[in-house]
C-alpha cells in the first residue's frame, strides 16, 4: 500500500428520560414540517432557476465543493478500505492455516454481537436488534468473522465501529462492508459503494480507520486538522438554519478543502484530487457558469440533506425521550 462523527450523545438511562404524551410518529411528522419548510423554500427557487442573494448561492456552492472534494479522495478512500480489508482477510488465512480463497458469507453481523452490546442493543429479553432466531448471538463456523470483528475493531481509531451499517457476511468479499464500519452509525446502512457514500461518511472514514495515516502527511491524532476541519463544514452546512454561508466563512471552507486535496504525503500527486482541486478552484471563481446551471445541479443535494437532518434530529430525541405508545 502506499500510502481514523456525527457524535450521538449518550443514551439517558429509562428512569432519567423526558416523557411526552405524544406517539414517536406525531413527533417525528412534526419535527419532518419543521425541518422541511427552509428547505422546501430552496427547493422552490432551485426548481425556478433562481436564487435569494449571494450568501445562499454561498452555501450552494459550498455544498457542490464538499462533492468535488469527495471525488477527489476516492483513490485514496479505495486504495486504503481496500488494503484493510485484504490486509484482516489474509492475516486470518494465514493465521488459522487455511486454504487460499477459504471465506465464509453464512454470518450476519448480529450472530458476532452479544446481547446487550453497548450503543447497540440494550433490552436483552425484547431486543429489536437480535430479532429473531436467525440473528441471535452464535460462534462462526468457520472462526474466519469472529476474528474479522476483532480485527476490524483494531483498526479503528477509537474502538468503536459502526457494527449496524455492516454486513458480516460479506466482510471477506466486500471492501465497503468493512469501510462502512468506520462511518457514522445512522445513514450508511444501504450505501454499497463509494459513490453512493456522502462526504460525511468518507471524511469520517478517514478520521477514523487508522490505515489512512499511511497517506497523510499531518498527525490526524492530533486536533486540530483539515480533517476534522473538513468534518466541520459539513456539519455547518447541513445545519445551517437559514442555508447561508458568507463569504468569510466560504473563503475559510474552499481554503480548508483545498489543503486536504494538496496534503503532500498522496493526494498532491493523485489524478482526481488533482481534478477536485482545478474543480474548486473554477467553482469559488464562478468560472464558466450560470446561476440557473448551479441550481439544477443541487437540488437532489438539499433534498438529501434535508433527510439527513431529519434523521440527526430523531435519533437523539429518540434516545432521550419517553414516548406514549401507539397502540
Given amino acids: 500500500m502506499k500510502c481514523g462523527n456525527f457524535k450521538v450523545k449518550a443514551r439517558i438511562t429509562k428512569a432519567k428520560r423526558l416523557r411526552t404524551n405524544w406517539t414517536f410518529d406525531m ?23 433562481n436564487l435569494w442573494d449571494k450568501t445562499d448561492k454561498n452555501w450552494l456552492k459550498c455544498f457542490h465543493a464538499t462533492r468535488a472534494t469527495k471525488a477527489g479522495l476516492k483513490s485514496l478512500v479505495e486504495e486504503v478500505s481496500f488494503g484493510v480489508q485484504q ?76 457494527w449496524k451499517n455492516t454486513k458480516a457476511d460479506q466482510w471477506c468479499t466486500n471492501h465497503w462492508q468493512v469501510a462502512k464500519c468506520f462511518m457514522p452509525l445512522e445513514g450508511y446502512q444501504d450505501v454499497s ?31 486540530p486538522n483539515v480533517l476534522y476541519e473538513s468534518r466541520k463544514i459539513g456539519r455547518n452546512l447541513r445545519h445551517s438554519p437559514d442555508l447561508k454561508v458568507t463569504d468569510t466563512d466560504l473563503a475559510s471552507y474552499f481554503s480548508t478543502l483545498n489543503s486536504l486535496l494538496t496534503d503532500s504525503k498522496y493526494l498532491a500527486s493523485d489524478s482526481s484530487a488533482q481534478e477536485a482541486v482545478i474543480k474548486l478552484n473554477q467553482l469559488e471563481k464562478d468560472a464558466n457558469r450560470t446561476d440557473a446551471e448551479y441550481v439544477h445541479e443541487y437540488l437532489q443535494e438539499v433534498k438529501a440533506t434535508k433527510k439527513v437532518v431529519t434523521l440527526e434530529i430523531l435519533q437523539f430525541v429518540k434516545a432521550t425521550v419517553k414516548f406514549q405508545s401507539s397502540h
Fill in 27 to 49: 413527533f417525528s411528522n412534526w419535527i419532518e414540517r419543521i425541518v422541511a419548510d427552509p428547505f422546501s423554500k430552496l427547493e422552490g427557487y432551485i426548481v425556478n432557476g
Fill in 87 to 162: 490486509m484482516i482477510y489474509s492475516s486470518i488465512i494465514h493465521a488459522r492455516n487455511l486454504a487460499p480463497g477459504s471465506l465464509c458469507n453464512l454470518c450476519l453481523t448480529e450472530n458476532l454481537l452479544l446481547c446487550p452490546t453497548k450503543g447497540l442493543c440494550s433490552h436483552r429479553r425484547n431486543c429489536k436488534y437480535h430479532d429473531s432466531s436467525q440473528k441471535k448471538f452464535r460462534p462462526c463456523p468457520s472462526q474466519i468473522c469472529n476474528a474479522f470483528w476483532k480485527k476490524i475493531g483494531s483498526f479503528h481509531r477509537y474502538s468503536k465501529p459502526s
Fill in 193 to 223: 459503494s463509494f459513490d453512493d457514500t456522502d462526504f460525511n461518511g468518507i471524511i469520517n472514514f478517514m478520521i477514523n480507520c487508522t490505515e489512512s495515516q499511511r497517506c497523510l502527511s499531518f498527525n490526524v491524532a492530533s486536533k
